[in-house]
């Protein structure tokens, strides 16, 4: 029994560091009118709080049309679902996502917890969703977006719906 109890705790402490060592951080979510289908964004955080410099983003589906399972994004849907993060002089990452690429976001520390900060409705608010709506024509078009987080001085909800061309 004491082994046995051994065995678990010697499990249990492998599992809280592999935790540690690859802790995420939602920052934001891509939902679409297609389907109940999600795009999560999240940070890679490091044990010591700082984000993950070598690999700072992991961007994936959460497939709850099906199973609510994991699945990666695959090298075509980079190209609707894609960004490019870097990390910049002034102490936070730069982020430029595919879906909205007319407006920068960063990367910021607000209380131990990473926020994505993008201009909403031209206040700077912290970003939580973007619905992406499209035709159901044979190639697909998206006609609008609407961006959605809360605003960064009041935090009241904020959003704006931004008509594609």
Same mark, same amino acid.
């Given at each position: ?9 010697? @499990? @249990?402490? +492998?599992?809280? @560091? ?16 297609? &389907?109940?289908? =999600? ?5 890679? =955080? ?41 990390? &910049? ?5 730069? @982020? ?33 969703? *973007?619905? *992406? +709506?499209?035709?159901?024509? +044979?190639?697909?078009? *998206? ?14 909800? =904020? ?7």
């Amino acid at each position: 029994m004491k082994k046995a109890f051994t065995a678990f705790l010697i @499990l @249990l402490f +492998f599992d809280i @560091l592999s935790f540690a060592q690859n802790a995420n951080m939602n920052l934001f979510r891509i939902e679409r009118n297609k &389907n109940a289908n =999600v795009v999560m964004y999240d940070v890679r =955080v490091l044990p010591d709080g700082s984000i993950d410099k070598e690999n700072p983003m992991d961007a994936y589906w959460i497939m709850n049309a099906e199973q609510g399972q994991r699945d990666e994004i695959s090298a075509f849907e980079k190209k609707v679902y894609g960004y490019k993060i870097d990390y &910049n002089d002034a102490g936070y990452y730069d @982020l430029a996502l595919k879906a909205v690429s007319d407006r920068p976001i960063k990367i910021v520390s607000v209380s131990g917890k990473y926020k994505a900060e993008i201009i909403i409705n031209k206040k700077n608010a912290y970003l939580s969703t *973007v619905y *992406v +709506f499209a035709n159901d024509s +044979f190639i697909p078009r *998206v006609e609008y977006i609407i961006l959605t987080g809360t605003d960064k001085k009041t935090s009241a909800k =904020v959003t704006e719906k931004i008509i594609t061309k």
